[in-house]
């Protein structure tokens, strides 16, 4: 902690992401830049010179070593956010780690224990619960401006960023899971997944899945690092109301589309007199905030204030959860697969707990 | 025949669909509209102030029984299809009949034969066979211009409007699966899908379809009657080049994006350095010349010519045997589903002849 | 009129435009289509084919000569239209006479006379006043959404047509100059243009239109039948509100967004606060009716109920006194030119009175 | 100069724009950032925080003083750009001074004698110039691709900024009108402007120009510190191809429309049969170089190498005049001015040695 109360941070990987979280963790009020960790020198000194007043290292655990460092920010490739999350937190250090949180669930699971049992901040970096659009549609369905969500349908396709050490399932499908969890409050109970290594061998750029949650909405994920342009673009309709959210621009990220279809009097249908509405179209005004600014807040309030993040870690756990479950549909030639359960907290921590304690 | 050698054609079914097909008709320059037949007097009394010439009638037999009949046009609801069209061939009129053919692949199967034994033209009315944009992209992936084709992506989606008497699956997507089957030269051999009835009971208004390819090609189909815009988009990456296919448009319905993402040295992939390419994007001029006119014109050149129209018997049935792939996939609760092998006409037909030397 | 009250309706000229506006008389419940007049016969028997109760004549005076026949629409060739409404009025007639009314605004104004002296409606076809978007955006400035207008943009290009006997000034510029009168309430007070012949020799396709008006509102048109898109947009810059108008679209034609800026303190502008401000950005639901059958019903109800139509003879009027001024700008190499003082009908009629007292 | 042969360079205004000419000069193989100079002490403290080898001052003449600085850039208010720009080439520094020039002709025409008298380089920040889209189209019209450029229409508006100094004229017009006068190769010889002062009396915050070149070509120009969306459109017609450039889109800034209006046979044009043309659209391949880079590499390059800059005191001098024009047009109520003569670079130096001599 800072003299003036502030959370010391250090941050654990500055190539692609990094920077980005530095800037903000830097911007912040509540939080001080301290520490930058890479493995690349030369990255450093690009750090040292953007941020004169940080140290640098090219030991993780040096950053682990400074008591005065409250708690690192890892931004690594995905295969080491499980070692190094752990060391942090068996550190004492609060971390917020890049999604996914881990490369498996059984890491996930055995990252929040640790937390637990320090009771320290594990904040996975779903940034899109920080999104001002993702919010606002929120809010909407929230307050049953939408009605009963009828489906959803997710494009995110780009020429690029093959990732070297993950598919793109890994890369790209926990930004829609997470956002899909935070509208309708839990996960899919079931996914169904088709994928093609259209360039790498043995590493799917593109996928297409299906899933279906326990609330009766379905869903349609399309991600690819292949497309002749860049889509970010998500249908949620709903009984009430009809929205489009595209993030590719900030002029009107969310369009609610006052319309839909009813059926007068369900129980004599031998008529079929089928209804269609369509009204007004809004687009509101939606604050430019950064969501990264958002997030590295609210993890600077959780560890300050105690309070409980909005990317909790049962957040980051259950994105995992359901990544694995398209992986076994995958796996399984496109057989649908079950994910598991997205119950609160509680039960994942007590059986971590009972195993433990029958370890 | 009419005696300048024009196809004399008979309309079965004036409701939404037929007027188009009416007119298309009356202004071939091969054909002559003859006959309108609907169930409905005040819907004759419509066509009949349209065109004066004609003859018109609530009873299709009373065209089955005109002599100087050759072809009908069936525009009736899906279910009516099979029976008017095996009474069309057996009283030796060819036949042109609405997407699906039929309601089952059985049935499709049994037209097919009977058309055969008669040596008359069966035309399934898929149109988008007869779509310039469709057409042009055809040409494209048959001169090699888009490589490979990595993935295909469909949206066809709505607000409306729901058919009384079948899924949204029966009524879009044979649309997508006659366009797929035709630019890929084969049916998907494989497709897993999902639906949800949103307003009418039992009756599914939103689907998304994964398909693959013996090519290894994979491809998605979201097809929906509610939505809150219309959409009808197709997005297909080849190792070449990718295209996106905007039927609402007649400005650009067809951009060639001239990129792609190339492996140097695919097999010291250690490296991982993957190179992206971007370049010109290109809107090549398309004809606006109406899809119905072109299929008119194939089917009155078939009658005349004895030519093979492009959209085949087979083409119709392989579309229902798709189509019924994916009702056992929604039945099975989203499990794969295998397409029957969509070979050449001859083995079916060979198969229906021994069917019915047995029986 | 009919024995059941519609009012019998001939039209002459049955080229580009003429064949929407019979659509249109045909299909109202208030007017009978009796004739179409058109100097071409295969014309006439296309329209005959089209509305057998109909007669066709190539000679304007057979319409005259029926006394049956309540009123004609004249769709002809600009240069011919004060001669038809002219010799229709002096029949009897009532006239619905294509813009721009007349060829000259000393034309116009013998129009205006002979009307008003057998009290006939004449009706100038400025379909644009009853467009359902250009309706919804003169109820927002009316009710006070839009605030101050401070000024309009407006564009309408396409590749084409061309006319023959007209520049692009007398085609396309009436449109909005009808528009903005009905929006503002009065048409502009100065004019200055700049127009080039490209393609046609001494017919200009080009023109560029600054407009000034009473009320400190200044208005651009840019007006060409060469273009490389076509676009109809209208931007409207109010002290309240800002709305985007585009008439290629029947989606969202009218956009209403709530933005602007403002001076929190005039006279303190030594320190230069501006304020911006945006927020949400509607689409209001805007019906899909045709102008062409308001403007017929418009025309149908002076007739029957001796109401004043939304679109005057003074707009007529006025719109070819701009029309003028404008090419006085041109006349004199750019120079501005005042419009006519566009009051209400009494002051231009007594002057004609006069003038017909001292002639 | 530094050891290794790169320009050092001071910065004059560190407020909107002169942090990215900063980052350019740093980034910049040819150069060195050597200074920046501001009156606020807090923007400085941001600028070495930034640059940390950077000297920083609040005095002008401290850059002036260093020996060993080559070159200055000049970002600070319109108002200041003559006096500083005329100091610093006084004291023998190269100039890059922001566009406009300086806020007369006759100031701009005096810094040309300075910089002429001294062998300085003096390069107006007119950085449309260096702008890939404006260099694209550039080499299209040179290389005959859009034939005679008929007309050009160009939309510059946006909610924002409000100049404290400066109407909308002077902030906006001279981009349009340098890009203008680099395509067409001359300036325009007459203008005919409108404005109003909407918000702030006194500063018109939108106008409406449109401009005749000797070539024959005409184009309009719309500028507005108001408007509903941010518009930076041009519209190019030439006798053979189309262009639109969009400046709000990196995807597709250029489209290149194979379209057009021909006249077979002009002299006999009683048949008036106009063939108009429409074929493929191209998006050709722009690369994302900022202009900045390239403009501050210019620079360097004309001190290092002696070499001519495209952006060349005339550029600056000619769009002064324009502008001027535009003013004299706005004073005199619309009406048109005159422009002076565009001419090569002599006739102006010659003038100002005749003046010098005669004074």
Chains 1, 2, 3, 4 share one sequence.
């Not at 699971?109 to 606002?136: C, N, W």
Request: net charge negative; aromatic share 8%.
């Amino acid at each position: 902690m800072t003299a003036d109360g502030r959370v010391q941070i250090g941050i654990a990987g500055f190539g692609y992401w990094g920077p980005n979280l530095a800037r903000n963790v830097a911007a912040s009020p509540r939080a001080q830049l301290a520490w930058v960790c890479d493995l690349r020198p030369e990255t450093l000194a690009a750090a040292e010179s953007r941020y004169p007043d940080i140290r640098t290292t090219t030991r993780f655990e040096e950053l682990l070593d400074d008591p005065s460092l409250d708690a690192v920010v890892i931004a690594t490739a995905v295969s080491t956010h499980y070692e190094l999350a752990a060391a942090a937190l068996d550190a004492g250090k609060h971390v917020y780690v890049e999604k996914p949180m881990a490369s498996s669930s059984t890491a996930a699971r055995d990252l929040i224990r640790r937390a637990e049992q320090r009771s320290l901040v594990l904040l996975p970096g779903h940034t899109f619960l920080y999104s001002p659009p993702v919010l606002k549609i929120k809010e909407l369905i929230d307050a049953g401006e939408v009605g009963d969500v009828y489906f959803i349908s997710m494009s995110r396709v780009n020429l690029g960023l093959h990732q070297p050490d993950a598919s793109v399932v890994w890369d790209l499908a926990p930004h829609d899971f997470s956002i899909l969890r935070y509208w309708l409050g839990a996960g899919p109970s079931k996914v169904v997944a088709m994928a093609r290594a259209c360039v790498v061998p043995h590493t799917p750029d593109v996928s297409f899945i299906h899933a279906r949650f326990d609330s009766g909405t379905i869903a349609h994920l399309e991600i690819a690092w292949l497309a002749p342009s860049k889509l970010r673009r998500t249908a949620i309709v709903g009984s009430k109301r009809m929205i489009v959210y595209d993030d590719t621009t900030s002029a009107e990220p969310v369009r609610i589309f006052d319309a839909g279809a009813t059926l007068p009097e369900p129980d004599s249908f031998g008529e079929f007199q089928l209804s269609y509405r369509t009204g007004d179209i809004l687009a509101p005004k939606i604050e430019a905030t950064e969501p990264l600014s958002l997030a590295i807040a609210d993890f600077c309030q959780a560890i300050l204030e105690g309070t409980t993040p909005r990317s909790t870690p049962q957040t980051g756990l259950d994105v995992i959860l359901t990544i694995e479950a398209v992986e076994r549909s995958l796996a399984a030639g496109g057989a649908p697969a079950r994910c598991f359960p997205a119950g609160s907290l509680e039960p994942v921590t007590s059986e971590l707990r009972d195993r433990a304690a029958a370890g």
